[in-house]
């Protein structure tokens, strides 16, 4: 069914819509909002909601990459996903977000490369941050995405895509997988499709 109906103060960029625990949430140039019965109400006032995800550290709370860097998100009393803070000490816009097994942040600049931040443990502030780009292994610094495939943190580049190994500090190009893409190697990002 293709019947589909504008929704009243949406205009302008929207950038991710994600359905989390049954709540449909849409990160736009103007904020972040929820959206339910074909209206939207603000949860957030920092611009630019590019994606946003559980915590694999804690599945109650969400966070997102901005405009301005990283937003915290948890439920209040009633269910409903709402603002818990900004996350202090990194302001770089974060295209893409994603948590690896040990709890590190990886995000994803859209033309400067990689970070790799240390959180709090009340996720407040950044302690750490690590910066990635060709010198530690990547094709460049432009157009790095990431993205989760089976619990392990892929790289995606125009030149195929890419693994994190931790004991070198360095990346590596992921054979296996360009392998058996083949052109499909040199895509943007990868989705696991469920069976």
């Given amino acids: 069914n293709f019947d589909f109906e504008f929704i009243s103060n949406s205009q302008g960029q929207v950038w991710d819509l994600s359905l989390i625990d049954d709540q449909l949430l849409c990160g736009h140039n103007e904020g972040t909002f929820t959206v339910s019965n074909n209206k939207i109400s603000k949860i957030s006032e920092i611009n630019g909601g590019w994606v946003i995800k559980k915590l694999n550290t804690n599945p ?15 439920k209040d009393a009633a269910g409903n996903w709402v603002f818990s803070h900004k996350v202090s000490g990194f302001g770089e816009p974060s295209r893409y977000v994603e948590q690896d097994n040990q709890g590190q942040i990886w995000v994803s600049h859209a033309y400067k490369g990689l970070y790799k ?3 709090s443990k009340d996720l407040q502030k950044v302690q750490s941050i690590k910066y990635y780009d060709s010198k530690s292994g990547l ?9 989760n495939l089976e619990d392990r943190i892929v790289f995606s580049s125009d030149t195929g895509f890419y693994v994190y190994d931790s004991i070198s500090d360095s990346f590596l190009q992921y054979s296996e997988l360009n392998k058996r893409l083949g052109s499909f190697a040199f895509s943007n990002k990868g989705i696991h499709a469920a069976e």
């Fill in 139 to 147: 094709p460049g610094s432009y157009n790095i995405n990431i993205f």
């Fill in 60 to 74: 109650d709370l969400l966070i997102q990459g901005t405009y301005t860097g990283l937003v915290i998100y948890k």
């Fill in 117 to 119: 931040l240390g959180l």
